[in-house]
C-alpha cells in the first residue's frame, strides 16, 4: 500500500481466493485491495515450465490492473518467489511485490531496529492462575 493506492493479489489456483480475502480482512488491508485473482496454475504447475508461469501471472496481473484499478501487484503464493521482475517488465514497470522477499526484509528491519512485539496488553504474558484439580505431580512449578 505504500507503493500505490489499490493494490491486487495474483495467486495460484481460484480455491486460494477466499483465504487470502479474509486475511486481508482480518489484518485490515482489504478496503484498498482491488481484486485477489487466481492464475489457475497449481503449487506444483509454478515450477514445471517457467516461461508458462510467467505467462500466466503476467495475464492475470494485467487483468487486475486493467479491470480492477490496481496500481501494484502483489504475487500470492511462495512458489512465485523469484519472478516479479519478469513479471513488472512485461507490465510495463507496474511494481510487483514477492511476497517472501518481502516478509524477510521486514523481519529484518524489524530486529534492526531492536524491536519486538508489546508485553503491554496483546502479547503480554499470561497472568498466573491457580489451577485446581490437577494431581500436585502434574502442577507447574
Do not use: N
Not at 512458489?79 to 524477510?104: E, I, K, R, T, Y
Amino acid at each position: 500500500m505504500m507503493l500505490g493506492h489499490a493494490y491486487g493479489v495474483v495467486t495460484t489456483l481460484d480455491r486460494a481466493v477466499p483465504q487470502i480475502r479474509d486475511r486481508l480482512l482480518i489484518a485490515g488491508l482489504a478496503q484498498r485491495c482491488a481484486a485477489v485473482r487466481g492464475t489457475g496454475l497449481g503449487v506444483l504447475e509454478l515450477e514445471e515450465d517457467p516461461e508458462r508461469t510467467v505467462e500466466a501471472i503476467v495475464r492475470t496481473a494485467r487483468e487486475v490492473v486493467e479491470r480492477d484499478g490496481a496500481e501494484v501487484i502483489c504475487l500470492g503464493c511462495g512458489g512465485m518467489a523469484g519472478l516479479q521482475d519478469q513479471v513488472s517488465a512485461a507490465l510495463g514497470g507496474v511494481p510487483v511485490v514477492d511476497g517472501v522477499a518481502a516478509a524477510v526484509r521486514f523481519a529484518e528491519s524489524v530486529v534492526g531496529l531492536g524491536l519486538s512485539t508489546s508485553k503491554v496488553r496483546t502479547f503480554a504474558p499470561p497472568r498466573p492462575k491457580a489451577i485446581g484439580g490437577w494431581p500436585v505431580s502434574a502442577r507447574p512449578s
